[in-house]
Structure formats: structure tokens, C-alpha cells
């Protein structure tokens, strides 16, 4: 069982950063890649960024391509998404998860079957 638990959201100025972080427990190592999601209300759930957990490859959504970057820590077991130049359209709540294979498409929900409670980032124009 993995458990992942998110932190750092919070309400900041447009123009401005911010910096998740996911902490994972259990089999983490079971875990292929790690992801951030989020959702806006009334709105799906979208993919913002994954990264493989043994290689540190990489993978963006194009909307925050270049202002967001997702990165992994081993020894903490942990996953973070360092955000800048943030916009109001990048409010929402963003979620971690965990899980998918080598064959599986990264930027796909359904992909991962384990999921953090969500943590709020609020931007203001």
C-alpha cells in the first residue's frame, strides 16, 4: 500500500511561486512514476507533470512547460513540483499520485492507482 500525502499549496500573487511537495510511504518502490494532476471546479482532472521514479525522466503538460518543474527525492521518498510565474488559470487543486508501467500513458488519470488527498493552489490576478 502507498500512502501520499501533499503540502505547500496555498493563495499567491500572480507573477509569483510556489513549491509542492508529495511524501510517499509503503511500497513506494513498487511505484513506476509520479505524477501531479489537478482540478479546477467544474472541471476535469488534468495532467500537469510525471516523472519516472528510477531514470528521472520527465513529462510536462504544455500549458505549464517551462514555468513548472517536477522533481524526486530518493532517500525522502518524495515528489515535488516547483512552480513559477504562476497564473490565475493555474488555480485549482493538485493532487499526487503514484503508479503506472513502462507501457502505460504517464499523462493518462487512469494510469495510477494511488492518489494524495489534494492540496489547494489559489492564484490571484
Known amino acids: 500500500q502507498v500512502r501520499l500525502v501533499e503540502s505547500g499549496g496555498g493563495l499567491v500573487q500572480a507573477g509569483g511561486s510556489l513549491r509542492l511537495s508529495c511524501a510517499a510511504s509503503?511500497?513506494?518502490?513498487?511505484?513506476?512514476?509520479m505524477a501531479w494532476f489537478r482540478q479546477a471546479p467544474g472541471k476535469e482532472r488534468d495532467f500537469v507533470a510525471a516523472?519516472?521514479?528510477?531514470?528521472?525522466?520527465?513529462y510536462y503538460a504544455d500549458s505549464v512547460k517551462g514555468r513548472f518543474t517536477i522533481s524526486r527525492d530518493g532517500a525522502q521518498n518524495a515528489v515535488y513540483l516547483q512552480m513559477a510565474s504562476l497564473k490565475a488559470e493555474d488555480t485549482a487543486v493538485y493532487y499526487c499520485?503514484?503508479?503506472?508501467?513502462?507501457?502505460?500513458?504517464?499523462?493518462?488519470?487512469?494510469?495510477?492507482?494511488?492518489w494524495g488527498q489534494g492540496t489547494q493552489v489559489t492564484v490571484s490576478s
Open positions: 499520485a503514484a503508479g503506472g508501467t513502462y507501457y502505460t500513458n504517464l499523462r493518462h488519470s487512469g494510469t495510477y492507482n494511488h
Open positions: 516523472i519516472v521514479w528510477s531514470v528521472g525522466a520527465t
Open positions: 509503503g511500497r513506494t518502490f513498487s511505484s513506476y512514476a
